[in-house]
């Protein structure tokens, strides 16, 4: 593993009961790199974020968060590594208002990002914060759910769909927002069906078909891809 690995899977198996759906997975995420996992839906691109979070029934194989093998950890111990996700369904807690539930997060870990700074990043929050969850649009819930865990002091990110079923404005915010954390040296994992959305922004890109990486792809190697992209994502 190189030092400069935030996130090293080894020979990864995950599985949900007796059905295997990881195989053999190898992938490692850079510190301050933004790297996409890229699939048709039932791939195993969610698992792999499940299974670096400790997750799924059962897994096999080495996961290795800065420099830390954490393969036996029990899940309520992985965001003390810095490690945020956010869920394809949105982890707020929607009877409460925007900042109730940025002054709520669990302290984790010190370093959380503060609330100005959030709001500074996240304006759409601040003019909605004594605004309830369920008053939220999606983007703005899934803005939410972002900024919740970085006030928990994450600086990996293991992010599911964030732009699935909302509005392209919103999403070229959310655009704006992962660049804007790359640029403060956030690492980032990113599950996203919207390969436009992705491609712009991320380093790399693993190909994921039944449970197995079958290609990585770097920015400078995709326009070479596409064809493979297209036959297997259909972009």
Excluded: W
Excluded at 29 to 49: D, F, M, P, Q
Excluded at 169 to 197: C, D, P, S, W, Y
Aim: proline share 4%; with cysteine; aromatic share 4%.
């Amino acid at each position: 593993m190189s030092d400069l690995d935030q996130l090293h899977l080894s020979n990864v198996h995950a599985f949900y009961g007796e059905s295997h759906i990881l195989h053999g997975v190898d992938l490692r995420v850079k510190r301050g790199e933004l790297v996409t996992l890229l699939g048709r839906n039932g791939s195993g691109r969610s698992t792999l974020l499940k299974t670096v979070m400790g997750m799924v029934d059962r897994s096999t194989g080495q996961i290795m968060i800065n420099g830390k093998d954490v393969s036996r950890l029990t899940a309520f111990r992985i965001p003390r590594l810095g490690v945020g996700y956010c869920p394809e369904e949105r982890g707020i807690f929607s009877s409460l208002n925007v900042e109730e539930n940025l002054l709520l997060p669990p302290t984790v870990r010190s370093g959380g990002m503060p609330l100005e700074e959030i709001y500074q990043m996240f304006p759409n929050l601040y003019e909605r914060r004594h605004s309830q969850g369920t008053r939220l649009s999606g983007g703005e819930q899934q803005m939410l759910a972002i900024a919740r865990i970085l006030r928990a002091g994450a600086n990996l990110l293991l992010l599911d769909e964030i732009t699935e079923g909302l509005a392209p404005v919103i999403v070229q915010q959310l655009a704006g927002m992962l660049e804007n954390l790359k640029k403060k040296g956030l690492t980032i994992l990113l599950v996203e069906q919207n390969f436009r959305f992705a491609a712009p922004l991320a380093d790399r890109h693993y190909l994921i078909e039944h449970g197995r990486v079958i290609d990585e792809i770097s920015a400078a190697q995709l326009p070479g891809k596409m064809d493979l992209l297209h036959q297997q994502l259909g972009v």
